[in-house]
């Protein structure tokens, strides 16, 4: 399985992103799908997860930090997860992984300038 995230890159704060997630390989079993972010020095948080709460329903988690501000959506007949990124703060700039457990992708760089 593999999981290729686009979408990061400069933006001033107040402004706004889309990260995008494709998946590829043996999906069949991927149900739940999410994103996190690395700091330099700081913890992994995870950001948003989109997880099946059974027949066709999924619902949302997010970190406090960023509810309000992100929303993950996801399009499951193209395997992707977006995550929508508003009002973005210098706090908000780390590296961002798709996941769909127990598979991550490599990274795209978010970096907010105050």
């Known amino acids: 399985v593999q999981l290729q995230a686009s979408g990061g890159g400069l933006v001033q704060a107040g402004g706004s992103l889309r990260l995008s997630c494709v998946v590829s390989?043996?999906?069949?079993?991927?149900?739940?799908m999410g994103w996190f972010r690395q700091a330099p020095g700081k913890e992994r948080e995870i950001v948003a997860q989109s997880k099946w709460s059974g027949g066709t329903t999924y619902y949302e988690d997010y970190l406090d930090s960023v509810k309000g501000r992100f929303t993950i959506s996801r399009d499951n007949a193209k395997n992707s997860v977006f995550l929508q990124m508003n009002s973005l703060k210098p706090e908000d700039t780390a590296v961002y992984y798709c996941?769909?457990?127990?598979?991550r992708g490599q990274g795209t760089q978010v970096t907010v300038s105050s």
């Open positions: 996941q769909a457990p127990p598979y």
């Open positions: 390989g043996r999906t069949l079993r991927i149900v739940n």
